[in-house]
Structure formats: C-alpha cells, structure tokens
C-alpha cells in the first residue's frame, strides 16, 4: 500500500482551465503539505494542514485553494491556470507539524499549455 | 541569498568514493533534514537531525549547530546512489521546512 499517494501523476491542461491535485495518505498522520518544485528543482512549502486546519500558508496566488475534507486527504484547486503554474506538485505528510521525518507523494507534474 | 545553502550544486564521482555533500544555513533551527531526490522524481527522507551525527548503512549525516553546518556522506559510492539530495531546515520560530536548492550527484561505475 502506497503511503502518500497523489493522483494524477501527470496532468495536461490549457491555460485558463481549473484543475484538482488529490492526496491522500494512510499513515495515521495528523500533517499533510503541498510543495511546489519549479523548473530548477527547488522545493517551496505552499500550504500545510494539521488536523484539518490551515497552520501555513504561503505567498501563493489566491487561484491556489487547498482543502482538507479529513485528517487523511488534502486536496489542492487551481483556477484559471497560467503558464507559471507548470511544475512539479508533491503532497507530503507527518505524524505531527514539528519535529517529524515528512513522507512524500510520487508528485504530480502539471503541464499548462 | 537563499537561507539555505549546499554545496556543491553538481558532483560526479566515480563508484567507490567517499562523497560529501554540504549544507550551510542563516537561520536558528530546531532540525536540519537530509532528502533524496531519485532520478524517476520521488523523495525519500534520509535523515532528520537536529545535533550530533547519524549513521544508516552507507550513508552518514552530520551537524554542528553552533558553526551552522551539515553534511552528508556518503561512503563507497554506487551508482545507484546517483540521485538529488537536498538539505531542509525547520526553522525554530516555525514549523515550516526551508530547502536548499539540491546538490546533483553523479556516480559513474
């Protein structure tokens, strides 16, 4: 059984469309993360959930919605995609928002045309 | 300037040698992470440490708080260690992860 599993794994659009990454984690954990990894690879922590509450949320343009309907899932909603949006997307999870070893997703690489 | 830096940002090795990878950081703390980035894109967590040194098979993390430093080793290189590693801080007012940019490394049989 896939620890963090995201879905889709690859994801094609044009510019304007919404979209939905889902995550989903079956660790038991109370924490769960989306990232973000551009084009060079470098990972920025866009929001994180405990306990299905907002604790960060980052600079992120207001087109980004999560949504954490339990502990287990958390969900990220794009609107009105742009061609900045294209990279690489991981979900993460811990068992608690500090201190703990984080668990990541396989990613889901969005393409926006 | 990033507020956590590696080095180096590329390293080719040739299999069998001991590799080092650096992290540097600006901020005050409370753990120091050690993540590789497998070619096929999935990351995995190596280490989380937060002082001292720690040792899983191969691979060996170390960190000095007051110098602001980590690195990581690894000994008897493989190919199949050919990965990215990226080093992220918790900051101690936080409880958010800051990355560094990653550090390529190439092992060549």
């Known amino acids: 059984d896939t620890a963090v599993s995201q879905t889709p794994k690859y994801l094609v659009t044009q510019m304007g469309n919404d979209k939905s990454i889902k995550c989903e984690q079956n660790l038991g954990h109370d924490t769960m993360y989306w990232y973000k990894q551009d084009s060079k690879k470098f990972l920025k922590i866009m929001f994180s959930?405990?306990?299905?509450?907002?604790?960060i949320n980052e600079t992120v343009p207001n087109r980004f919605s999560p949504k954490s309907p339990d502990k287990a899932h958390l969900n990220l909603h794009i609107n009105s995609l742009e061609l900045g949006d294209s990279a690489v997307y991981f979900c993460?999870?811990?068992?608690?928002?500090?201190?703990?070893?984080?668990?990541f997703g396989a990613g889901t690489r969005l393409s926006v045309l | 300037k990033n507020e956590v830096e590696q080095s180096p940002q590329n390293l080719t090795a040739q299999e069998g040698e001991f590799i080092t990878i650096n992290c540097s950081y600006s901020v005050g703390i409370s753990a120091l992470h050690w993540l590789q980035q497998h070619p096929g894109g999935g990351i995995v967590s190596l280490f989380m440490l937060s002082s001292g040194k720690k040792k899983h098979g191969r691979l060996i993390a170390t960190i000095n708080i007051q110098e602001k430093h980590s690195s990581l080793h690894i000994t008897a290189s493989h190919p199949r260690d050919s990965a990215v590693y990226i080093c992220a801080v918790r900051e101690t007012s936080g409880s958010r992860l800051t990355f560094g940019e990653g550090t390529q490394l190439t092992v060549n049989p």
């Open positions: 993460a999870s811990s068992l608690g928002p500090r201190g703990y070893i984080q668990y």
């Open positions: 959930y405990n306990n299905k509450e907002l604790i």
